[in-house]
């Protein structure tokens, strides 16, 4: 089923949906398992989130975030 829906899709699409899978993951075991992921578990999900959000908003503001934190990191 998946290789016959990535070929109407863009790719920009599949990585997105790629990179939430975590995510639902721990929300579908959260559901239909009752398990809990604790404090780490759930600091795990936002970062990916977070993560997520980050790549896939082109603005100025998360391009020029994103180049300063590298810019940390890479002068040093």
């Given at each position: 089923?998946?290789?016959?829906?990535?070929?109407y899709?863009?790719?920009?699409?599949?990585?997105?949906?790629?990179?939430?899978?975590?995510?639902?993951?721990?929300?579908?075991?959260?559901?239909?398992?009752?398990?809990?992921?604790?404090?780490?578990?759930?600091?795990?999900?936002w970062?990916?989130?977070?993560g997520?959000?980050?790549?896939?908003t082109?603005?100025?503001?998360?391009?020029?975030?994103?180049?300063k934190?590298?810019n940390?990191?890479?002068?040093?």
């Amino acid at each position: 089923m998946q290789p016959i829906a990535q070929k109407y899709t863009t790719v920009e699409s599949t990585g997105f949906l790629f990179s939430l899978e975590p995510v639902f993951s721990a929300i579908f075991a959260f559901i239909f398992l009752n398990e809990n992921m604790g404090a780490q578990g759930y600091f795990g999900a936002w970062l990916i989130l977070l993560g997520v959000l980050v790549v896939n908003t082109r603005s100025e503001f998360t391009e020029n975030f994103v180049n300063k934190f590298f810019n940390l990191f890479i002068s040093k």
